[in-house]
């Protein structure tokens, strides 16, 4: 029986996690630690993560440098794709990098979601692949993202749905829509057994944004 997401519950759910020089590290591991717990209850996930070359990746300030599990040229076809984001320099500097944007485009064909965390939004409007759907993205990057006019552009939520897409707020929101990632394929059930092993609150309330 297939679920609404239309996984099939006996074959593995390939989730690939973009990394890039400065990544930052909140939006690439929240969402991995909670897919990682997921698999506690529901082992279908497998994680991996994809960057433009074999070379190691420096996350934001250079802390943490990590060898991804694959290159754009090896990497498989991801069922989830989910690309995180970074300070704006950083995004500006992905955006003119054309293997990056082309190979997010040849991904994102055969996706069944495409999920962005903070401003790795910016990216995907930068890839067209946002063009005439609702997004969101960290709230200071909120008028970037209305440089594309075709966006709808969604403010004062932890994320944004549209079809396939996923588009959450600033860092942390990427534990919110990671969330309902698991909610949808592996139930509410283990949504909040996550939540609750990771002492996090899901609550939707963005009233303390400025």
């Given at each position: 029986?297939m679920?609404?997401?239309?996984?099939?519950?006996e074959?593995?759910?390939n989730?690939?996690?973009?990394?890039?020089?400065?990544?930052?590290a909140?939006?690439?591991?929240?969402p991995?630690?909670?897919?990682t717990?997921a698999n506690?209850?529901?082992?279908?996930y497998?994680?991996?993560?994809?960057s433009?070359?074999s070379q190691?990746?420096p996350?934001?300030?250079?802390t943490?440098h990590?060898?991804a599990?694959?290159s754009?040229?090896?990497?498989?076809q991801?069922?989830?794709?989910?690309?995180?984001?970074?300070?704006?320099?950083?995004?500006?500097?992905?955006?003119?990098?054309?293997?990056?944007?082309?190979?997010?485009?040849?991904?994102d064909?055969?996706t069944?979601?495409?999920?962005?965390i903070c401003?790795?939004?910016?990216?995907?409007?930068?890839?067209?692949?946002?063009?005439g759907?609702s997004?969101?993205?960290?709230?200071?990057?909120?008028?970037l993202?209305?440089?594309?006019?075709?966006?709808?552009?969604?403010e004062?939520v932890?994320y944004?749905?549209d079809?396939k897409?996923?588009?959450?707020?600033?860092i942390t929101s990427?534990?919110?829509?990671?969330?309902?990632?698991?909610?949808?394929?592996?139930?509410?059930?283990v949504?909040?057994e996550?939540?609750q092993?990771?002492?996090?609150?899901?609550?939707a309330?963005m009233?303390?944004?400025?």
């Open positions: 029986m679920n609404k997401m239309n996984f099939d519950p074959i593995k759910i989730v690939g996690f973009l990394i890039y020089n400065q990544v930052e909140m939006d690439l591991n929240g991995i630690d909670v897919f717990k506690r209850f529901d082992n279908r497998n994680l991996y993560t994809v433009e070359t190691l990746v996350s934001e300030g250079g943490i990590m060898k599990s694959y754009f040229e090896n990497a498989p991801a069922d989830i794709l989910i690309i995180p984001g970074a300070a704006v320099a950083t995004i500006s500097e992905i955006c003119n990098n054309d293997n990056i944007i082309n190979w997010i485009i040849q991904q064909q055969n069944k979601l495409t999920v962005s401003t790795g939004s910016l990216i995907l409007s930068k890839a067209k692949i946002l063009d759907k997004a969101t993205t960290h709230h200071l990057a909120l008028d993202l209305r440089q594309n006019p075709t966006i709808k552009v969604v004062k932890r944004a749905e079809g897409f996923l588009t959450s707020a600033g990427g534990l919110d829509v990671a969330l309902h990632i698991i909610e949808m394929i592996s139930g509410k059930e949504a909040e996550i939540a092993t990771m002492v996090y609150n899901r609550s309330n009233d303390f944004i400025k």
